[in-house]
């Protein structure tokens, strides 16, 4: 550790990181990560409020805190998108993949362009549920993936953002977890593979402490 690193912390967000991060998700979902709460929730909420401020784009808020089973998910979830009635499974014609892929407009606006998943506070599931927690991953970047390379309807990009510590980073760095890889299904290539032609999802690691403005320590 740095002499630097000893006597100083983390005290916020620099500002004008948004327009990078954005460019960012262009092409990848994101797993961002710090071991400092704070900066977990600046660097949430302030590319949430960048990205919805954005022409033909709707942001998603899920709060990881109070996600710790499926249900919990799905009533998030039916609160955030118009859609069919959400049966508790991610498969079928009411589960969850369904209701991603619903794209209803809301009164007169136009349908959105783009959908932003900012998912707070991810490694909760995670830590509790880990099968479940990658389940979830694989249908968020499986609609995604599908809605952009397998889909003849009006095109909705989707992307998303999961925060949380450390953990959630080991997690994004497992070859077998679903930041790496599409969910096997007993079959030789995965479901999503064979809709979409990716062999893996598209997923990047940001660490967010790299965004801190430092103080020296008291």
């Given amino acids: 550790m ?19 991060v954005m460019r960012l998700l262009d092409e ?16 949430a909420t302030s590319l949430g409020r960048f990205l919805a401020a ?14 710790t089973n499926l249900d919990s998910f799905c009533h ?23 209701l991603l892929r619903a794209h209803e407009p809301v009164g ?5 362009r783009f959908r932003f998943y900012i998912w707070h506070d991810a490694d909760v599931l995670l830590d509790s549920d880990r099968g479940l927690f990658g389940r979830l991953v694989d249908a968020i970047a499986g609609v995604a993936a599908e809605a952009e390379y397998a889909s003849d309807d009006l095109l909705l990009i989707h992307r ?9 980073d080991a997690y994004a760095g497992d070859v077998t977890g679903q930041f790496s890889r599409w969910m096997p299904d007993g079959f030789d290539q995965p479901f999503w593979e064979v809709v979409t032609g990716l062999p893996a999802p598209r997923f990047l690691r940001f660490a967010v402490d790299t965004l801190s403005v430092m103080h020296p320590s008291r």
């Fill in 54 to 67: 954005q022409t033909d784009t709707e942001v998603c808020n899920f709060y990881g805190r109070y996600i």
């Fill in 2 to 20: 740095s002499a630097f690193a000893r006597q100083s912390a983390p005290s916020g967000i620099g500002s004008g990181w948004q327009p990078d």
């Fill in 76 to 98: 998030q979830l039916e609160r955030l998108l118009t859609g069919p009635t959400l049966d508790r499974r991610i498969d079928g014609p009411r589960g969850v993949t369904s």
């Fill in 160 to 168: 998303s953002v999961f925060v949380g510590t450390e953990a959630l």
């Fill in 28 to 43: 990848h979902h994101l797993a961002a990560w710090s071991n400092h709460a704070r900066l977990r929730l600046d660097f």
């Fill in 108 to 112: 007169p606006a136009p349908p959105s």
